[in-house]
């Protein structure tokens, strides 16, 4: 008899040695992350976007650009499209589309150097704090509510404020600004995978707590505390932009996104869409880390 | 007597990104007044989806419904807005497993309870109030006028369930559909919760539809039990009939691997294989890669389903007659 | 790997594992400061004794602490006071064995087959990790995960590589049962671990632990609120309510001659699977009380049909009646119960 079944083996026997079949084809995580992603316009879109942003920034020295620092009191304020100033000059005279791509080269770092390091710091913290619970948790848990008792605005100013402008202090005052709320994802999703039946499990097994960490928490905490990281680089941008653009932050001349749109405040009323395009970029960048993190949790949020 | 309910060749399709599921594939059947229809079934049967069709429960941008649900003559699955509302509120309601969904944390039960029967009659506060006491003392709740002020988390998980069935007759339905409402209860509970089902149905004469993956509780509730495997009904009959004579292959299999007193020491007889995933509405008989009476014609159409004997629906084309039980 | 406690020691005489007046409170955070005011008194003074070979049936309704036995019994948590003894060797005491040399031999299965694999593993990689950590190289871990994948029913080249979301709950419920026997136990405790599965599938998973059990020479711990699967399986069962033993005794004595009413009661809940004798009352009334505050005396007092004044006052102990020990003052000569002898 000749039964093709795509699924089912017919020559099982009852019990024990039932050959039992796949409800689905294997496909590790990763790969069908990665499949939903490309099912994803607008984090695609997104993507090709960033990238595009921060290699025409990591490359800029190479792309045949014009002196970014290069004044001229004669070419002040050129309108966009002028001829070989194909998004004008600056109040300084310098050209606009050299300066808005080096700007990327600050602002990004600016904007994801805090994050990096408030990641590895939180993170390390919450996982910790999590795993751990009881008094340790409590500790950790209650250093960073201090922290959050401060808008993280106002830390970040005052911070810097305190520690005076540069690019520096900038940088460890948004580090400080993102570990709480890092740490705070990090404590909620490791709290949630500790209580898991598969650690139990583990620890059943009498494995050390190092290794269940290794294998069983990491795996899967990290995806969820690397897209909030992800969400959180826009605001480090903004926030760094801002600090810059009150005189706390990057000095001048560097081009930088913020202190570029403080400088050009003056010419809003001379040619606003110029004064306007270091903050494009700025909404540009920000709003497709945003929707590329939120592009990566609906993908990552594989239950069956 | 009328029928209450006529279900006919209804199918349910699911779409998501990632998939379709052709959840319900073709079931007919009919519930009368005053009558308990037991539908039996395994997790992914469709047995759920079916109920919940009744009351169109699930999201309409991403369900097909095909076929005909007709209440009391009129067609629900043609039911939008206000006329549906209708339906949900005045005409069926429902119990579900997890009573925590039907209440909110926020207000007492009473509160809750003469909302809904305002909402739905018009009746005044003092009068709604009233009518809700009589419900909670109608499914034997014990000092029922201070059970009203509780909130839902005040209550133990039987007494829940009992104040979420107060709630589902506050309208005077004339259909209940029960979802597994005993399944998450202790064994000394669930027994009081399903002889009290089976209580109001007598006195209220209403027509209940009983989904469980319990052939115990089918047994004890139902008048008639229907067996659904992979979308499709595949045995439908009186419960004596079910229970002394099943003739799918299924139904006995399921019977037979049903742990009960007496079988200690012998090995069972389980079911091999698991259900068919059902992103393809079946070519043939869905059972039969799992059947051991498989025959070639098994898979070369869908069995329909047709009389065993009165009233005995069974969905098999194989020669179960002549083969032991 | 296996250490000289896999091998019998105490012969088949001595119990396998031996509880001794456990006792287990779980503190309710709440009041001033997070200070825990009232506790959950989920197992109270509990004893208990596995023989070699047996399988030990548990059962009464949620909140009774059956979940907490099992925990208690792997030491994933500790007991607030009492004793346990693996085959002579006395647990978490000095010159005893430690918790961990106690996990090696004592293994458990999860009701919820999905939450107890790690999604982000794969199926050998998830059977391989307790042999891993207690020192296996990887390839051998890998080969006697492969093994076990076909111990328990699944084709290894077939299954060794998915992800649990992959797989049915019946074969993510086999993956676990495969992975509590991967460090070779003497002892398998089983929360639920069939409750979630359909029948069909159900049958299938109890036939295959019949067969390990015989195959690998386990005894077995199998908690479960289904009564006819606990008949089914054990050779011993025991009945709990609210945090206490109430009844223990061989399964034809519990079955066949219950004495507790507790016990009479929980075995006529059974639907009777029989239509034309159907349940016409129920055997007791109302649910299970919290257990954060059990009721003085014999705790099944506000429910049972023979409760008298005294039951409130004396807390019954379980005592001997010939085929198994029963928790009620029925039962005690001279207890001042009215059915006393």
Redesign the interface.
Known sequence: MAIQSPSLDLTAGAGTGVRLTPVAITRGYWQSVARRLRRDPVTLVCGVVLLLVVASALAAPWLGLSDPYKTSMIRRLYPIGSPNFLLGTDELGRDMFSRLIYGGRLSLFMGVTPVVLALLIGGFLGITAGFLGGRVNMLIMRIMDVFYAFPSVLLAISLSGAMGAGAENTLLALTLVFIPPICRVSESVTTQVRGFDFVEAARASGAGTLTIVRVHVLGNVLGPILVYATSLISVAIILAAGLSFLGLGVKPPEPEWGLMLNTLRQAIYVNPVLAALPGVMIFITSICFNLMSDGLRAAMDVKA | MSNLLEVRDLHVTFRT?DRIVHAVNGVSFDVKRGETLGILG??GSGKSVTLRSILKLHPTHRTRWSGSIRLEGDEVLDMTGSVLADLRGNRVAMIFQEPATAFDPVFTVGHQIAETIKRHTGKSETDAWARAKDLLEMVRIPSPAQRLKAYPHEM????RQRAMIALALSCNPSLLLADEPTTAL???????V??LIRELQRELALGVIFVT?????A??VSDRIGVMYAGKLVELGG??QM?DAPRHPYTR??LA?????G??GR????????P??LAEVPAACSF???CKY???KC?AAPPPLTAATEGHLVRCVGRIDTLAA | MDSVLSVDRGGPAQPLLLAKNLRKHFPIPGGLLGRATRVVRAVDDLTLSVAKGETLGVVGESGCGKSTVARLLMRLIKPDRGTMILDGDPVDEPHGITVNELRRHVQMVFQDSYASLNPRLTIVETLAFAPKAHGLPHAEARGRSRDLLAKVGLEPDTFADRYPHELSGGQRQRVNIARALALRPRLVILDEAVSALDKSVEAQVLNMLVDLKDEFGLTYVFISHDLNVVQYLSDRVLVMYLGKIVEIGDVEAIYGKPQHPYTRALLSARPTMDPRRRTQEAPIQGDPPNPIDPPSGCRFRTRCPFAESVCAGTEPVLADTGKQSVACLMYVPGSGHSKAA
């Open positions: 990104p395994e997790s133990s998980g039987g007494m202790d064994a000394t509970v669930q027994i009081q399903l002889l993956h319990d052939i115990g509780v047994v004890e419960v004596e229970v299999g399921l691997s049903t742990v009960h007193g079988m200690r090995r069972l007889e389980a079911i091999p294989g698991a068919p995933d039969a890669p799992r498989v025959e070639p898979l």
